[in-house]
């Protein structure tokens, strides 16, 4: 059994569903992220693991313990939210030891726990500055340590990063994932930034619409999506839209121009309409050698890019994106022209098709 | 240029009428209760009036009687406005129209509705006894102040953001009681402090209450010294805006000195 596990929770609002029928379970010590769009039921999950939320079905076990009716404050499960929530009328030292001076702790071990803290987060200077006196990036390792000083089972970190500045997210989003590495603690991370989640994760859930999309280490996710809507998210992948030719083979013909996928259509008959992922970076705009997919077509655009060339290539109604390295030998097509691009086998990934069109609906 | 002068001048003008407006009845009343010798200004009525041990009687009384108000006020409108902003904000209209009930029905109305329901012939005859009598005037300014109490203190949670606060403290495992009163509380506490000073002004003053249920408040005996003195009113006058704004400051004072209540982070 999973150190955390979520077995098919829902959680429906008058006569909206914001989650269905989510089921993920998190190994202790694993840092698992939420990746969706706004409205997708990630945070809505993480509210119900966190107790603010009570699911309308489904159980939340944390090392074996059923806490799904549980309230918050009796989960041992440490919050750190988008706004950084410290109190305002307490000290950074007092942020921090809130929890314990809750539990009754003595003061000494309290005082000890703090500094410990705040060495963590690298900020024991400043225990004793109001909220107000720090910059969003101290204001959030306090709230980090505050959520740290307590030992909680679970750390749960609902976009934590959103209101920073781009340069203070990266050093940050390095420094959460260091701490957490250290302490072994078991942690949500909800985001919709898909380079903090590709860059801090041990597994990815994908989220969209309330349901799971696809649960998968970053390189499962980025590399091989299950999903249209995935393939969509993560990257900037072009999806091409074609009818099956020969579902076990992988086939499918694109705008009259067959391809190969790197694997067979499942549940699908040759005519069926489905949808393959490409990245920009697998296309070449010359033929590649060997036995890879070749496709014709007239260049719609050439944008210059600083280090790269993005170059759109339109067949009819699909159209796929390329990116060339930039080099001062570069000889770029020109609009209108016709060209050829072509792509390994591997490199075309058979979606599954969309939920709306699977037989069991 | 010109122009931006004429409107600075016009400014100037509109606050000196205001001044004046607010001002000159205030100095006259101070003169007046200067001149209780005749031929020099003295501060013969105030010494008067400050060594009348109906005046400290009847003050104490009503400062007793507001701390009492002030303290059953904040016990019942903190949790309820705390409650609404977090669980009930659909019902947020329906309160504020009952809190604004004692604005609307003149105060004379209320305590006719008092004596009729708490009677001494009544299930409840709270008017059968002094103390009990006490404790029903101190409900009836708990529900006169009940406007600048609730507005005070809604605003003030308003200022904060109140559902993340709570659910950052239930998260490191602090119960409601640990919430509202170390999270809460000390959070809107200028807004509390701005609600009391305020209910302490009413009370301080308030005659027609205290007068119909013949308690030895403050009010009446304003009312009393006024109707049979000369110069001694003008002093009570004075003496009075003096407290009310000693309360005002005290709320700026508080306001300044709260610490950690600068809103957004630099």
């Known amino acids: 059994m999973a150190f955390l596990e979520i077995a098919d929770v829902q959680k429906k609002f008058a006569e909206s569903t914001a989650v269905e029928h989510v089921a993920l379970g998190v190994e202790r010590g694993e840092f698992v992220s939420f990746l969706g769009p706004s409205g997708c039921g990630k945070t809505t999950t993480l509210r119900m693991i966190a107790g603010f939320e009570v699911p309308s079905s489904g159980t939340i076990r944390i090392n074996g313990l059923d806490v799904t009716r549980k309230p918050p404050n009796q989960r041992n499960v440490g919050m750190v939210f988008q706004s950084y929530a410290l109190f305002p009328n307490m000290t950074v030292a007092e942020n921090v030891g809130f929890g314990l001076k809750v539990a009754k702790r003595p003061a000494a ?22 909220p107000y006196q720090l910059s969003g990036g101290q ?41 957490q590495r250290e302490l072994g603690i078991t942690t949500i991370y909800v985001t919709h930034d898909q380079e903090e989640a590709l860059s801090m994760s041990d597994r990815i859930v994908v989220m969209s619409e309330g349901r799971v999309e696809q649960i998968g280490t970053p390189f499962e996710v980025y590399n091989f999506p299950k999903t249209t809507f995935v393939a969509s998210f993560v990257g900037t992948p072009n999806i091409l839209r074609g009818r099956v030719a020969d579902p076990a083979r992988g086939t499918i013909v694109i705008d009259g121009q067959e391809i190969v996928a790197s694997r067979g259509f499942e549940d699908a008959r040759g005519g069926d309409v489905r949808s393959v992922a490409l990245r920009p970076e697998t296309v070449a705009l010359h033929e590649l050698a060997g036995d890879g997919n070749r496709m014709a077509g007239t260049v719609e655009d050439v944008n210059f890019l600083g280090s790269i060339v993005r170059i759109r290539v339109r067949f009819e109604e699909n159209a796929i994106s390329l990116d060339a390295f930039n080099n001062p030998n570069l000889s770029l097509p020109e609009r209108g022209h016709r060209v050829a691009v072509s792509f390994p086998r591997e490199a075309v990934l058979a979606l599954d098709a969309p939920p709306t069109a699977s037989p069991a609906e | 240029m010109a122009a931006m002068k004429r409107h600075t001048l016009g400014s100037w003008l509109f606050i000196l009428l205001g001044g004046l407006y ?56 903190v949790p309820t406005a705390y409650w609404i902003q977090l669980r009930l904000p659909k019902l947020r209209p329906v309160v504020e129209f009952i809190t604004l009930l004692p604005l609307v029905i003149p105060a004379i109305v209320l305590v006719f509705g008092y004596l009729r329901i708490y009677n001494s012939a009544s299930v409840l005859p709270l008017t059968g006894s002094e103390t009990a009598t006490d404790v029903l005037l101190m409900f009836s300014y708990v529900a006169l102040s009940l406007p600048y109490m609730y507005r005070a203190v809604d605003t003030g949670l308003r200022a904060i953001d109140v559902r993340t606060l709570t659910e950052a403290a239930q998260s490191l495992g602090a119960g409601w009681g640990t919430i509202l009163c170390r999270v809460i509380l000390p959070n809107v506490r200028v807004a509390v402090l701005s609600g009391a000073f305020l209910t302490f002004a009413i009370v301080i003053g308030e005659f027609t209450m205290a007068s119909l249920l013949d308690r030895p408040a403050f009010g009446p005996y304003l009312q009393l010294i006024g109707a049979n003195r000369a110069y001694e009113p003008a002093a009570l006058a004075i003496i009075t805006f003096a407290i009310t704004w000693a309360c005002i400051g005290l709320i700026q004072v508080f306001a300044r000195r709260t610490p950690g209540q600068v809103a957004g982070a630099r």
């Not at chain 1, 000890?112 to 024991?124: A, F, T």
């Not at chain 2, 006259?28 to 009348?52: H, K, M, P, Q």
């Not at chain 2, 109906?54 to 104490?60: E, G, H, I, K, L």
């Open chain 2, 22 to 77: 607010f001002f000159l009845p205030l100095l006259g009343t101070f003169e007046c209760s200067l001149r209780y010798r005749r031929g020099v200004y003295s501060v013969e009525a105030y010494r008067i009036v400050l060594n009348d041990p109906v005046f400290r009687a009847t003050f104490t009384y009503s400062t007793i009687l507001a701390v009492a108000t002030i303290a059953v006020g904040v016990i019942l409108v």
């Open chain 1, 109 to 130: 071990e309290i005082g000890r726990r703090v500094d410990e803290m705040l060495k963590l987060i690298k900020l024991p200077a400043l225990a004793n500055r109001y």
């Open chain 1, 139 to 179: 204001q959030q390792r306090v709230a980090l340590a505050r959520a740290l000083a307590i030992q909680p089972q679970v750390l749960l970190l609902d976009e934590p990063l959103s209101a920073l500045d781009a340069k203070i997210r990266v050093v940050l989003r390095n420094e959460i994932r260091g701490i």
